[in-house]
T-cell receptor, first 114, second 113 residues
Framework: KAGVTQTPRYLIKTRGQQVTLSCSPI?????VSWYQQTPGQGLQFLFE???????NKGNFPGRFSGRQFSNSRSEMNVSTLELGDSALYLC?????????????FGPGTRLTVL | GQNIDQPTEMTATEGAIVQINCTYQ??????LFWYQQHAGEAPTFLSY????GLEEKGRFSSFLSRSKGYSYLLLKELQMKDSASYLC??????????????FGKGTKLSVKP
């Protein structure tokens, strides 16, 4: 079974731009969670989507948003990019809700904001 | 508050045993996970504990004490490929944060020949 895939793998943007990242979960998984990983803060939870609905949200500003499609694929969007948004963005999928099942991570999208 | 502590770095010798400790204070507890992350790669799932005790999986074992807010990951017969960061994560079951993982900063393990 194929793992979690994320596109693109690398991205360079400038301040003020917006960016959309994509995540395809493991086949049959319905929950997708997004995390931001930085050297200083480590891995931090952004949000979880399950059945096209946002179930949980971490402590990130409204510039960070996401959505999930009927095939469970998910996208996250960051608007008005700031230098501090440079990070590795990881998505993780689980069979059903992340509150019950193990999360499996994709390879991440490394975003650099100049 | 939410806090997960683990050592920043550890060094061990090939063939040896190493124990990576993790202590946590979180609002709600619904399981503790260990992930391995090689540089530039995705975290990969190693183990899961929700009840007290030891879970063994090949060369890796993980222990949990919920009353002490403590876990450890034990790696036996260390191999060079075990050089990686090891992430301790607690799954919350508190209010609107149910299901999300709260991660420690990770322990960077270096295995020397």
């Amino acid at each position: 079974k194929a793992g979690v895939t994320q596109t693109p793998r690398y991205l360079i943007k400038t301040r003020g731009q917006q960016v959309t990242l994509s995540c395809s979960p493991i086949s049959g998984h319905r929950s997708v969670s997004w995390y931001q990983q930085t050297p200083g803060q480590g891995l931090q939870f952004l949000f979880e989507y399950f059945s096209e609905t946002q179930r949980n949200k971490g402590n990130f500003p409204g510039r960070f948003s996401g959505r999930q499609f009927s095939n469970s694929r998910s996208e996250m969007n960051v608007s008005t990019l700031e230098l501090g948004d440079s990070a590795l963005y990881l998505c993780a999928s689980s069979f059903e809700g992340a509150n019950l099942y193990t999360q499996y991570f994709g390879p991440g999208t490394r975003l650099t904001v100049l | 508050g939410q806090n997960i502590d683990q050592p920043t770095e550890m060094t061990a010798t090939e063939g040896a045993i190493v124990q990576i400790n993790c202590t946590y204070q979180t609002s709600g507890f619904n399981g503790l996970f260990w992930y391995q992350q090689h540089a530039g790669e995705a975290p990969t799932f190693l183990s899961y504990n929700v009840l007290d005790g030891l879970e063994e999986k090949g060369r890796f074992s993980s222990f949990l004490s919920r009353s002490k807010g403590y876990s450890y990951l034990l790696l036996k017969e260390l191999q060079m490929k075990d050089s990686a960061s090891y992430l301790c994560a607690v799954r919350s079951n508190y209010g609107g944060s149910q299901g999300n993982l709260i991660f420690g900063k990770g322990t960077k393990l270096s295995v020397k020949p």
